[in-house]
């Protein structure tokens, strides 16, 4: 799986502003970015929001970027940035007098037909660490030296946290009381 931005000549071209290239590079990155927003965020950030800002700082803020080759990994972080701080405004949201309770209220009985929704509500339990890596390694497929490359970290802490991650995935998995019906589509074992 390619990275957005690996053409390093197009990515320096739009730094450099060629609008052009600039055009390109957002068309090649919004899939990505969307869809790391989508599951960085889970079912309390609206994707297409946090992705719309993402890609406002790719365009203010490319220029800032001192080596076209690290592009992917600059901008996976301007994502996890992104989605954190719609993370924390949602949170603060549910203090707001007038507020309506938390849709995703754990009850007993939760049972959702969607596949990915549940998941995503699993993911959206867990600390950003363990959702970063369940994302990377288990949903994007991509190696311990990918993701750590992307997260800035080695391969092994990866490895460690994966193992984590998985064992917390489980443990939410149950508390939900959705841990069977994702055992049996995802492989997890219960």
């Not at 990155?29 to 989508?38: G, K, N």
């Not at 701080?85 to 849709?103: F, I, M, N, Q, Y």
């Amino acid at each position: 799986m390619d990275y957005p931005g690996t053409d390093a000549e197009l990515v320096r071209s739009a730094r450099d502003g060629d609008t052009e290239a600039m055009n390109r590079l957002v068309d090649e990155s919004l899939t990505y970015v969307l869809r790391w927003c989508a599951r960085l965020g889970g079912t309390k950030v609206d994707a297409e929001d946090a992705a719309h800002d993402v890609i406002m700082v790719l365009i203010t803020r490319l220029h800032t970027l001192r080596d076209p080759a690290q592009f992917p990994y600059w901008l996976f972080g301007t994502t996890k940035h992104v989605v954190s701080g719609h993370r924390r405004a949602t949170w603060l949201k549910k203090w707001v007098p007038g507020s309506t309770p938390d849709e995703g209220a754990e009850h007993a009985g939760f049972h959702q037909s969607d596949t990915a929704d549940v998941i995503d509500r699993v993911l959206d339990r867990l600390p950003a660490n363990q959702r970063e890596v369940l994302i990377l390694c288990d949903i994007e497929e991509r190696s311990a030296t990918e993701a750590g490359a992307l997260l800035n970290v080695p391969p092994g802490t990866i490895k460690s946290r994966l193992r984590i991650a998985r064992a917390r995935f489980r443990q939410v998995a149950r508390k939900l009381h959705v841990d069977r019906e994702l055992a049996a589509i995802v492989g997890i074992p219960s």
